[in-house]
């Protein structure tokens, strides 16, 4: 098979990899115990024909990169037990963060599945994939064909935000000027997670009932589970800076949105919008009405269609052009924290016939952005992972602990 030209967007985050930033996203999949590796790596050899770019790697050339078959390609060398280092963590979270912080090998298909052991006798599945191959939508459907067991009832998930590939132009003409006030727009303060990042990881697991939380927000103002996650980050921010740095009145994040369509196979398809949180609001239900304003407009105007289709037609006409606005947006300036979530199984999941005990997601922070949200709904809960510098980030458990405490809190106040 001919290698397979890289998309722009594969190439785009490729560039943002640095000795700082690693480009991968990851999937913690909590079990009783841990997976026997033989089974483990017999399962991935069996399936691996369903998901056929974990079979490549990257080739071709500087000018024209390409994803090409690995011909020395083996399942054994990509799916193993941890190494002495992270299991000697105590705890699942410092466990991940040390396998996070490992580099993939780029002379090989951009993945690695570590089995985990803890202390208590449960395990974990570690999987780490380059966000060049899978964004998170991608990612979590490599995680159903590639690991899941097939008679799993799964259901529908609540949807993350979702998009339409067209776009009218007349109505994007005339739209341009609320778009690019709403995008434009920068943060007057500095941001708490600004600052130079190093190579050390910390992660930090949050989880909440989802069904009741989507249910509270709809009581209180008509408003989708997306933007009670985006409260509960809200809140759970607010906490963590009355800890360490006092109070804040807002700070900006970024959105991504899925602009994936049925049965496409594109790794990457994704855009953002940009959202001010209220986290000097002390008022769950107030946070989540500002919220849930300010997103409807955005969701109203297609502003990440509107990003995307902007952005393609300046590589068109001016690569220069695009890669000056590509640098504007990384502005911490522009946002402090990228807040993604991505629809998992509704129902109970199995592993190599293994009750999965819990899912979460991670993302790689990026420089001068010290924090990364990531959430994915699985089994009735909605799993928030942590993911910083914890040269910047201290004390990252309070805000893991702070998106609970803020979600009961609202649930409370819809009665």
Same mark, same amino acid.
């Not at 024909?49 to 020395?72: C, E, I, K, Q, Y």
């Not at 992270?86 to 705890?91: E, F, V, W």
């Not at 928030?384 to 009961?408: H, I, N, R, T």
């Given at each position: 098979? +001919?290698?397979?030209?890289?998309?722009?967007?594969?190439?785009? %985050?490729?560039?943002?990899?640095?000795?700082?930033?690693?480009?991968?996203?990851?999937?913690?999949?909590?079990?009783?115990?841990?997976?026997?590796? &033989?089974? /483990?790596?017999?399962?991935?050899?069996?399936?691996?024909?369903?998901?056929?770019?974990?079979?490549?790697?990257?080739?071709?050339?500087?000018?024209?990169?390409?994803?090409?078959?690995?011909?020395?390609?083996?399942?054994?060398?990509?799916?193993?037990?941890?190494?002495?280092?992270?299991?000697?963590?105590?705890?699942?979270?410092?466990?991940?963060?040390?396998?996070?912080?490992? $580099?993939?090998?780029?002379?090989?298909?951009?993945?690695?599945?570590?089995?985990?052991?803890?202390?208590?006798?449960?395990?974990? /599945?570690?999987?780490?994939?380059?966000?060049?191959?899978?964004?998170?939508?991608?990612?979590?459907?490599?995680?159903?064909?590639?690991?899941?067991?097939?008679?799993?009832?799964?259901?529908?998930?609540?949807?993350?935000?979702?998009?339409?590939?067209?776009?009218?132009?007349?109505?994007?003409?005339?739209?341009?000027?609320?778009?690019?006030?709403?995008?434009?727009?920068?943060?007057?303060?500095? @941001?708490?997670?600004?600052?130079?990042?190093?190579?050390?990881?910390?992660?930090?697991?949050? @989880?909440?009932?989802?069904?009741?939380?989507?249910?509270?927000?709809?009581?209180?103002?008509?408003?989708?589970?997306?933007?009670?996650?985006?409260?509960?980050?809200?809140?759970?921010?607010? $906490?963590?800076?009355?800890?360490?740095?006092?109070?804040?009145?807002?700070?900006?994040?970024?959105?991504?949105?899925?602009?994936?369509?049925?049965?496409?196979?594109?790794?990457?398809? +994704?855009?953002?919008?940009?959202?001010?949180?209220?986290?000097?609001?002390? +008022?769950?239900?107030?946070?989540?009405?500002?919220?849930?304003?300010?997103?409807?407009?955005?969701?109203?105007?297609?502003?990440?269609?509107?990003?995307?289709?902007?952005?393609?037609?300046?590589?068109?006409?001016?690569? =220069?052009?695009? $890669?000056?606005?590509?640098?504007?947006?990384?502005?911490? =300036?522009?946002?402090?924290?990228?807040? @993604?979530?991505?629809?998992?199984?509704?129902?109970?999941?199995?592993?190599?016939?293994?009750?999965?005990?819990?899912?979460?997601?991670?993302?790689? %922070?990026?420089?001068?952005?010290?924090?990364?949200?990531?959430?994915? @709904?699985?089994?009735? $809960?909605?799993?928030? &992972?942590?993911?910083?510098?914890?040269?910047?980030?201290?004390?990252?458990?309070?805000?893991?602990?702070?998106?609970?405490?803020?979600?009961?809190?609202?649930?409370?106040?819809?009665?």
């Amino acid at each position: 098979m +001919d290698g397979i030209p890289l998309s722009q967007e594969d190439r785009a %985050i490729l560039e943002l990899e640095s000795p700082t930033v690693a480009g991968h996203v990851c999937k913690v999949l909590s079990l009783p115990a841990p997976p026997d590796l &033989g089974a /483990l790596r017999d399962l991935v050899a069996a399936r691996i024909r369903s998901t056929p770019a974990l079979t490549r790697r990257l080739g071709g050339t500087a000018a024209a990169p390409a994803w090409v078959p690995d011909p020395d390609f083996d399942v054994a060398q990509h799916v193993g037990a941890a190494d002495p280092d992270a299991l000697a963590a105590a705890d699942l979270p410092s466990a991940v963060a040390r396998l996070f912080e490992r $580099r993939l090998d780029r002379s090989r298909p951009l993945w690695r599945m570590d089995v985990v052991t803890l202390p208590d006798g449960s395990g974990a /599945l570690v999987w780490r994939i380059h966000h060049a191959v899978a964004d998170g939508t991608t990612a979590m459907r490599y995680t159903r064909e590639l690991l899941l067991d097939p008679a799993v009832p799964e259901g529908k998930a609540h949807p993350a935000h979702s998009a339409s590939r067209a776009i009218d132009d007349a109505r994007r003409r005339a739209h341009l000027a609320g778009f690019l006030d709403r995008e434009v727009a920068s943060s007057r303060r500095r @941001s708490p997670f600004d600052g130079r990042i190093g190579t050390r990881r910390r992660v930090a697991f949050a @989880s909440v009932d989802m069904r009741v939380l989507h249910d509270a927000a709809k009581a209180i103002d008509g408003a989708p589970l997306n933007d009670a996650l985006l409260t509960v980050v809200a809140g759970a921010l607010r $906490r963590w800076l009355e800890h360490v740095h006092g109070s804040l009145g807002a700070v900006r994040v970024r959105v991504p949105v899925s602009l994936h369509h049925e049965g496409d196979d594109a790794g990457n398809r +994704d855009s953002f919008f940009s959202v001010g949180l209220p986290v000097g609001e002390p +008022d769950p239900v107030a946070r989540l009405r500002a919220i849930h304003a300010a997103t409807a407009v955005r969701k109203t105007e297609h502003d990440a269609e509107e990003m995307d289709t902007m952005l393609r037609e300046l590589a068109v006409v001016s690569p =220069r052009l695009e $890669r000056f606005w590509s640098r504007i947006e990384e502005s911490p =300036r522009r946002f402090a924290v990228s807040v @993604s979530n991505v629809p998992g199984p509704s129902g109970a999941m199995t592993m190599l016939g293994e009750r999965v005990h819990a899912l979460h997601s991670l993302a790689e %922070i990026g420089a001068r952005h010290a924090l990364r949200i990531a959430a994915v @709904s699985f089994a009735g $809960r909605l799993c928030l &992972g942590f993911c910083a510098d914890p040269g910047l980030v201290d004390d990252l458990e309070v805000m893991a602990g702070g998106a609970e405490a803020d979600a009961a809190a609202l649930v409370e106040a819809a009665g």
